[in-house]
């Protein structure tokens, strides 16, 4: 079965190399998916224009996320018994016949300003009933992400909880020179692969992307002055400030819920240590104070601790600190190294990077038990980070082939793997949901 | 330039060859007697532009300690093994004996684990290293100490090889 949505992929892959010059930067693969997908139809949608191709296939889009999030088999047009796009055209029985529970149809038409109107409804076969069903408003450079804007309501509808598809990932790329040099490159896309973008190119290596909550901009580690050094960018403007340029490590960024403060790791008192920078007055304060490597800040949901990497106890492990300071609690203890914390979305759990007689896994670390799951299962898995709604986390994982991205679902019913076109990619970080 | 200054620059050149064979000895017992010898050479009045050019052509020799320029580590650690310990005394021993020369430390780890833990753990190297050289007679302002972490890897693999190759500190000298 999932043979044939790769075999589907790989034909869009083909259209797309042919007709659209790489719109995409990574083909999104499922590995697994849940034993039981939801069934859904999404219908072709209906086009104002019959003259013309719309701009956007919308259907396509919703179908390819649904199916991707390893959650959903959407059935193929061919198998359709009619097409309808509104709903007294809906003939219930057809469907009920082949088994389908959940029909998506809608329109799209353009108007006078020549931008785009979208509307859907989802509709519950067996009840004959419409669960949801809106209009959007919409651009020509805008439909793609209408079009995961509906994905993520149908995912809300039939799951339970908001889909991620309208959001975008960054990710560091590592392609060679034309003299075997490294080209490094932070790049943004949309969650699919889509529209990459890149935000800053560069032969000194680039690492440790970090979105702000507003999704805005984007804090970074970039080497390009021969050490590392901490900046903050603009991602429409692309302007940029440097946050952090001093003598030793500059690294780490970790956002604040509010996005005023930035926790950051620099040595430049002697050894790495943890340190909170105020963004308005671009004033420091100290954090830790210990003779171990103290890295890797991250901020929790309710913007009170600070979780992060220490070696004090011998080796490294989770820590977690309050944000004014105070004595640093450990709270890892399974296997001899945990690395690399992620808080997810409702800071229950803490992704790690747990190293155990030399794998290095993705695991998740419950807060109040102290419990380590390990999720994945390769060698070498690190830079876990969640998506918004919390079921996936993407990471990068090394094989023989270098660094690639792929994901996991928390519960471990859905593994994807996320291909690059050409070169390494890795230090994926998930977006923010955006407010339209 | 004329042709005069162009044979001057040649004659001086053909001295400076000659007296880096004697460097070569030098730095033998400079490996030997540590600290004694850094002060004789010290106490030699060089003017600067003469002791840097003497200073590359021993740093120059094959043959010298001083060719050897990286230290490699274990896992996760920061501590200078015994094989290593010649070749950080003669690079202190020099540093020591040519009081304005100032090399950079670059620190690496392997890939496996987190970035950031690995970023700290190039540093920790790189300080072990400026830490050695400090207590063998180099002053602490000849140092510059950077970190690639696992950023920079000196072998592009994936197995124990590559990782203990790029488990390093490098000494650069500008």
């Known amino acids: 079965m999932f043979k044939k949505y790769i075999y589907t992929l790989f034909l869009i892959f083909i259209f797309t190399l042919f007709f659209s010059k790489l719109a995409y930067a990574i083909e999104i693969i499922i590995d697994k998916g849940v034993e039981k997908p939801i069934p859904v139809a999404i219908v072709p949608f209906g086009w104002s224009q019959a003259a013309n191709l719309p701009p956007v296939d919308i259907a396509q889009v919703i179908s390819n996320d649904l199916i991707r999030s390893g959650r959903f088999s959407a059935m193929e047009e061919k198998d359709m018994p009619q097409r309808p796009t509104d709903f007294d055209g809906v003939n219930f029985r057809d469907w009920r016949l082949l088994g389908m529970e959940n029909l998506l149809i809608g329109n799209l038409a353009q108007n006078n300003q020549g931008d785009y109107d979208v509307e859907f409804r989802l509709i519950d076969v067996y009840k004959e009933k419409q669960i949801a069903g809106f209009r959007i408003p919409s651009t020509q450079v805008q439909l793609r992400r209408t079009a995961h804007e509906i994905s993520d309501i149908i995912y809300e509808k039939l799951i339970g909880i908001r889909g991620a598809f309208a959001t975008r990932?960054?990710?560091?790329?590592?392609?060679?020179?034309?003299?075997?040099?490294?080209?490094?490159?932070?790049?943004?896309?949309?969650?699919?692969?889509?529209?990459?973008?890149?935000?800053?190119?560069?032969?000194?290596?680039?690492?440790?992307?970090?979105?702000?909550?507003?999704?805005?901009?984007?804090?970074?580690?970039?080497?390009?002055?021969?050490?590392?050094?901490?900046?903050?960018?603009?991602?429409?403007?692309?302007?940029?400030?440097?946050?952090?340029?001093?003598?030793?490590?500059?690294?780490?960024?970790?956002?604040?819920?509010?996005?005023?403060?930035?926790?950051?790791?620099?040595?430049?008192?002697?050894?790495?240590?943890?340190?909170?920078?105020?963004?308005?007055?671009?004033?420091?304060?100290?954090?830790?104070?210990?003779?171990?490597?103290?890295?890797?800040?991250?901020?929790?949901?309710?913007?009170?601790?600070?979780?992060?990497?220490?070696?004090?106890?011998?080796?490294?492990?989770?820590?977690?600190?309050?944000?004014?300071?105070?004595?640093?609690?450990?709270?890892?203890?399974?296997?001899?190294?945990?690395?690399?914390?992620?808080?997810s979305p409702d800071s229950k759990t803490i992704a790690v990077i747990n190293g155990d007689r030399g794998a290095y896994r993705i695991g998740l670390l419950n807060r109040a038990t102290g419990q380590v799951t390990i999720l994945t299962g390769s060698r070498q898995d690190e830079s876990p980070s969640f998506a918004p709604n919390g079921h996936m986390i993407i990471y990068t994982t090394t094989g023989a082939r270098g660094n690639a991205l792929a994901a996991i679902s928390v519960d471990g019913s859905v593994h994807q793997r996320l291909a690059l076109q050409d070169g390494e990619v890795r230090e994926p970080a998930w977006g923010p949901f955006m407010n339209r | 330039m004329s042709i005069r200054v162009l044979f001057f620059l040649l004659l001086s050149l053909t001295f400076y060859g000659c007296s880096s064979t004697e460097e070569v000895q030098d730095d033998a017992s400079v490996v030997d007697q540590g600290r004694t010898m850094g002060e004789e050479t010290d106490s030699q009045a060089y003017g600067a532009g003469e002791a840097d050019r003497q200073g590359m052509s021993a740093l120059?020799?094959?043959?010298?300690?001083?060719?050897?320029?990286?230290?490699?580590?274990?896992?996760?650690?920061?501590?200078?093994?015994?094989?290593?310990?010649?070749?950080?005394?003669?690079?202190?021993?020099?540093?020591?004996?040519?009081?304005?020369?100032?090399?950079?430390?670059?620190?690496?780890?392997?890939e496996r684990g987190s970035r950031e833990y690995n970023l700290a753990l190039g540093e920790r190297r790189a300080e072990s290293v400026s830490r050695q050289m400090s207590l063998l007679g180099a002053s602490g302002s000849q140092f510059r100490v950077v970190s690639y972490g696992e950023e920079r890897p000196a072998v592009d693999g994936h197995d124990d090889y590559a990782w203990s190759q790029n488990r390093r500190v490098e000494i650069i000298y500008r």
């Open chain 1, 169 to 343: 990932i960054v990710y560091v790329t590592v392609n060679k020179n034309p003299d075997g040099t490294k080209r490094f490159a932070l790049q943004v896309s949309d969650a699919d692969g889509y529209n990459p973008q890149i935000l800053l190119e560069s032969n000194e290596p680039i690492m440790s992307p970090a979105w702000s909550p507003d999704g805005r901009s984007l804090a970074y580690v970039s080497f390009e002055e021969k050490n590392s050094a901490v900046y903050i960018q603009d991602i429409q403007s692309g302007a940029r400030q440097k946050v952090a340029s001093n003598r030793g490590i500059n690294s780490a960024p970790g956002w604040s819920p509010d996005g005023s403060r930035l926790a950051l790791t620099l040595s430049k008192d002697g050894n790495p240590e943890i340190y909170i920078f105020h963004i308005a007055s671009r004033t420091l304060s100290r954090i830790t104070e210990n003779a171990a490597i103290d890295t890797e800040p991250v901020w929790s949901g309710d913007g009170k601790m600070l979780a992060f990497t220490s070696d004090r106890g011998g080796n490294p492990q989770i820590y977690e600190v309050p944000v004014e300071g105070g004595q640093p609690r450990r709270i890892s203890f399974n296997g001899t190294y945990n690395a690399g914390p992620e808080y």
């Open chain 2, 60 to 110: 120059d020799d094959p043959n010298s300690p001083l060719a050897k320029r990286i230290i490699y580590f274990e896992y996760d650690s920061s501590e200078i093994l015994p094989e290593y310990r010649a070749t950080v005394e003669a690079h202190a021993a020099y540093l020591a004996a040519n009081q304005s020369v100032v090399i950079t430390l670059e620190g690496h780890a392997d």
